[in-house]
């Protein structure tokens, strides 16, 4: 295949139309890698072998061995095919391999970074560069010598739990959880204990957690068993990022609060009344003067 085609360098600069692999075989002299990738998979596939499109970036110095055809954002594309022997996806590059002459087949290099995998569906996912308007230059990918540290850093915050709570209620703590390190959070969730409440979790746990994403649990408590007068109980927190929560709260009988409530209501209601009957008792005083 790669001795079938030839890389057109000048359509790089061009609108540069996908041919496909029937098209290129008929244009041979047309290809760039997009073409060398669409035969490639082609062939695969008619022979029984599963393949696929890869694009992403290819770090090249030399434009003439090493051409990258798909935007301004130096993106290149190149196919995977499925070992059945070893279950691996092995990526080889018949483009470079046509335009430098370097066995891209038996051996692969680390000047290929993968940003979107295209199986079933030739177009998308987009790849990182390719949403734009006009021809401009998005991805900046510089290699380097250094490694990168791994970085765990946790944010965590809650809603404070009640200081006051009846035997029939039931209320709920919520807890925000972002990852703001670089690597995936595969740490414990958030646990509880308390004996005089029952706690239940909308999550069992947080993990895995990717970088910089978020999730959000609630914890609904109630009391255990009713009360015949004010009494106390605790609940321990213990969050991800190591704090812990420990709260005493007062538990009082539902027959307190629901008294409370109606004292408050026969107090409003007893306040319209009386009201009602200042304002008659201005209203008719007016009346006798006049």
């Known amino acids: 295949m790669t001795r079938t085609l030839s890389y057109d360098y000048d359509k790089i600069n061009s609108d540069n139309k996908r041919l496909g692999a029937e098209a290129v075989l008929n244009n041979p002299s047309q290809a760039v890698c997009m073409e060398f990738t669409d035969l490639f998979v082609g062939i695969a596939r008619q022979k029984g072998l599963y393949a696929r499109e890869i694009e992403g970036y290819g770090f090249s110095d030399d434009p003439k061995l090493r051409p990258l055809s798909l935007t301004s954002d130096v993106l290149h594309s190149w196919p995977e095919y499925f070992a059945e022997q070893a279950k691996l996806w092995i990526p080889v590059d018949p483009t470079w391999e046509n335009t430098s002459g370097i066995d891209y087949f ?87 204990t308390s004996s005089e409440f029952v706690v239940t979790s909308s999550k069992s746990g947080v993990a895995p957690l990717p970088p ?73 005083s007016v009346k006798s003067h006049n």
């Open 106 to 192: 038996s051996s692969f290099d680390l000047n290929h970074i993968t940003l979107a995998i295209h199986g079933k569906d030739q177009n998308y996912p987009l790849p990182a560069g390719t949403y734009k308007v006009g021809n401009s230059r998005d991805v900046n990918i510089n290699p380097t010598s250094s490694l990168s540290k791994d970085r765990l850093s946790l944010s965590v915050t809650n809603t404070p739990l009640k200081k006051v709570v009846n035997d029939a209620e039931t209320n709920v703590v919520k807890i925000d959880i972002e990852n703001k390190g670089n690597i995936y959070y595969w740490g414990k969730g958030v646990s509880v």
């Open 212 to 284: 910089y994403a978020k999730t959000t649990v609630l914890l609904r408590y109630r009391v255990k068993n009713k009360v015949a007068s004010r009494s106390s109980g605790e609940i321990n927190i213990l969050l991800p990022d190591g704090r812990s929560i420990s709260e005493q709260i007062s538990i009082i009988p539902f027959y307190y609060t629901l008294a409370v409530n109606m004292s408050i209501a026969l107090g409003i209601c007893a306040f319209i009344i009386l009201a009602l009957l200042y304002f008659k008792k201005r209203r008719n």
